[in-house]
């Protein structure tokens, strides 16, 4: 009905009972329009009805129990009047309108329209979060505005069945065998979908003030963050409607090491020529990572451009294997940079570097020859590898036989490599020879020919065998000098 029927019937009321006193009156119009201001109500709090076109000598009066009305409101003009309930904890109420004449106060009436009142949880309340950006590991901190009295909240994440990270991915939990039997509660299960919420914070009481809400674990992934929340005066739940994305950082403390492709383990030093790479622990998926060439023990190395060692490869949440681009030859010191997927700018260098050694080359070929001059014979090892020690063992009482021959390319002392003693230092290792594997040596400082008159380059390093009296076998070694890592090349018979 329009609002001017509702005024004129009015009118028309008010000129009939001038007309009518004393001898009768009329009732209150019965039919105006009632609703809520809302029909959602926090727990504990009053609920708001309007009453529209409301008569000037009429009181209104709210109720549930007509025997126990509210108190009788009325306004001086022909307006919307607003009606107070009293504290509403009950899930539901009912409530309507008694509308009594002021000065025919047996002249009263219930009005046809009433308001259903829903006591629930406010789902609109401001979300804050501490920090939208955090380290890898630091906790989630989410401010809740204004949180409603008596209300628990919650920080939780939605998972779908199957494709989601683990909880043990996503947050650095420290206890695995206490995450496996700890529950946590579903606020909200959706269809067929199986989406459910999970619940990582503990339950904070809400006093109409704000509140602190912080993850129980630190974070290990960037997640989507909502705040449930749950009355136990009236068993409702929800979840506000604010969404905090929070990112987190790459972690720049993963544990690294090395191994060889063909054995999928680490041995003392690689195989020379072989084929290795990085084994990445605790990778994230949100990450995505890059080997790069710090240091490299060679004068003259062929290194790939801009010193990357791999493309770039995405986390999977566990450990992950990326190898190297080139073969193994010579000592490397290998970094990785790690850098977030969302946002270029969040790229760092892990903390950890992986050193690399590599075996001697054992591919030579070995020949005996008679030394110029003298007739003793030698063993020729033709192409050898700068920086490494060459020295001949009696196979049958491994005692080395002097002296060693180090080859440094004619270099000169400039450029003659000394000690390994930091790389011992970090390994904590004991010094094992022959691939006895793990063993960095202590400093060994071998000079040899200083190459005063310019000789051209050696193509090969001769090893006398000294004065023989009967058929001889060597066996010819070679020892990096920085390492002290060692290969036997092979055994050579020599005749008299």
């Known amino acids: 009905m329009a609002e001017e029927n509702y005024l004129l019937r009015g009118a028309r009321n008010t000129l009939l009972d001038m007309l ?7 009732y209150p119009l019965f039919d105006l329009p009632v609703k809520a201001v809302s029909d959602v ?5 009053a609920a708001e009805l309007i009453v529209s076109n409301s008569q000037p000598d009429v009181l209104y009066r709210v109720f549930e129990d007509i025997n126990n009305p509210g108190e009788g409101l009325h ?8 009606l107070k309930t009293g504290l509403l904890i009950n899930q539901v109420h009912a409530f309507r309108v008694l509308a009594t004449k002021i000065y025919s106060p047996q002249n ?21 979060a501490g920090r939208n950006l955090l380290n890898y590991g630091d906790k989630a901190v989410l401010i809740v505005k204004n949180a409603q009295k008596n209300a628990n909240y919650s920080i939780i994440y939605y998972t779908k069945s199957g494709e989601a990270l683990s909880v043990s991915q996503l947050m650095c939990i420290d206890n695995k065998q206490e995450l496996e039997t700890t529950p946590y509660p579903a606020v909200k299960t959706t269809g067929a979908d199986e989406i459910i919420a999970v619940r990582i914070s503990p339950l ?13 674990y630190g974070l290990r992934e960037d997640m989507e963050l909502s705040v449930a929340v749950f009355d136990e005066n009236t068993g409702l739940s929800g979840v506000l409607l604010k969404v905090t994305t929070i990112s987190v950082m790459p972690d720049l403390n993963l544990p690294l090491d090395w191994f060889m492709q063909k054995s999928k383990t680490q041995t003392g030093a690689a195989d020379y020529g072989s084929k290795v790479g990085l084994r990445l622990g605790n990778t ?7 080997l790069k060439l710090e240091a490299i023990d060679s004068d003259e190395p062929l290194l790939p451009p801009d010193n990357l060692l791999s493309n770039w490869f995405v986390g999977d949440g566990d450990t992950f294997d990326i190898l190297l681009n080139i073969p193994a030859k010579e000592d ?16 760092g260098q892990l903390t950890s570097q992986v050193i690399i050694p590599v075996y001697p080359d054992e591919n030579k070929k070995l020949s005996v020859v008679s030394v110029t001059g003298s007739g003793d014979k030698a063993i020729r090892l033709d192409q050898p590898q700068r920086g490494i020690l060459y020295q001949l063992r009696n196979p049958g009482t491994k005692e080395m036989i002097d002296p060693p021959v180090f080859y440094h390319r004619n270099y000169g002392i400039g ?29 060994l400082f071998v000079v040899d020919t200083c190459n005063q008159n310019n000789e051209a380059e050696k193509d090969m390093a001769l090893l006398p065998v000294g004065p023989l009296a009967d058929t001889a076998s060597f066996e010819v070694t070679a020892t990096k000098s920085t390492t002290g890592f060692s290969v036997i090349i092979d055994t050579v018979k020599v005749s008299i």
């Open 20 to 26: 009518l006193d004393p001898i009768g009156g009329t």
């Open 41 to 45: 109500v926090f727990y504990n709090n």
């Open 75 to 82: 306004t001086d003009s022909r307006s919307d009047l607003i």
């Open 108 to 128: 009263s009436c219930v009005l046809l329209q009433g308001a259903n009142i829903r006591v629930g949880v406010n789902t609109g309340l401001e979300v804050v």
């Open 204 to 216: 904070v009481l809400g006093n109409d003030a704000d509140i602190r809400l912080e993850t129980i």
């Open 284 to 290: 994230q998926k949100s990450v995505k990572y890059q």
């Open 332 to 347: 490397m010191v290998i970094v990785v940079t790690a850098q977030k997927l969302s946002d270029a700018s969040h790229t």
């Open 415 to 443: 450029n003659t490599r000394v000690s390994a003693n930091v790389i011992e230092r970090l390994y904590k290792t004991e010094k094992i020879d022959l691939k006895g594997n793990r063993t960095f040596a202590k400093s």
